[in-house]
């Protein structure tokens, strides 16, 4: 098998990109990363010296490539598949990259700062960060619920890298800072997430790990069983 997924279950990151490999029946190799096994992580560090996951390595072209918006890019135009993931429309385009990092940069990062920083020993918390988080956090919200209006998916019909990016953001930020009772289109938009094959699938896959996400009580009982 050509394509090989560096990548964890329960990595947000890495979700994005697993959801763009199951939309296009994408066949790849699924390596686990450990960072608490030295070995599993000098593999990654081999191939990609920041150590940031996910890193798809690709045999086939000897090529390794990091980032989820240039990995998932990299496989349109190597691997592609009936659900494109970036937008034939130049313009189309540019806006599909633009809520990817919208919701990469102010939903995704966000929700990290607030998830790590309850899990941090208490002498090393950072209250002001997470708060400064939760402000960024309502800003997106309020943005995507804006953005929703009269659509499907976040760049209208199509299923895009927007949503791709959108899915694991918005599933783990939804514990940890829920949206509010007035944002129908996002709550709306999340149950469609939620429902969509691919996501269904990555987040099957990752249910064995939820015991690890700090926030799992506030999560319903759906998404903790079959």
Known sequence: MALTLYSHPLASFC???????????????????????????????EKWPVGKIPVLRDDARDRTVPETGIIIEYLQQHYPGPVPMLPAHADKRLDARLW??????YVSVPMQKIVTDRIRPEASNDPFGVADA????DTAYAMIETQLAGKTWAMGDDFTIADCAAAPGL????????????????????????????IKRTLAEARPYFQFFPYREAMPERFLHD
């Open 15 to 45: 979700h994005k990109v697993l959801i763009a490999l199951y939309e296009n029946d994408v066949p790849f190799q699924a390596e686990t990363v450990d960072f608490g096994d030295p070995g599993s992580a000098a593999a990654l560090l």
């Open 100 to 105: 990817e990092r919208i919701f990469d940069l």
């Open 134 to 137: 939760r402000r960024t956090l």
């Open 171 to 198: 599933f783990f930020a939804s514990f940890a800072h829920p949206f509010t009772s007035g944002q129908h289109n996002l709550a709306a938009y999340f149950e469609r997430l939620v429902a969509r094959p691919s």
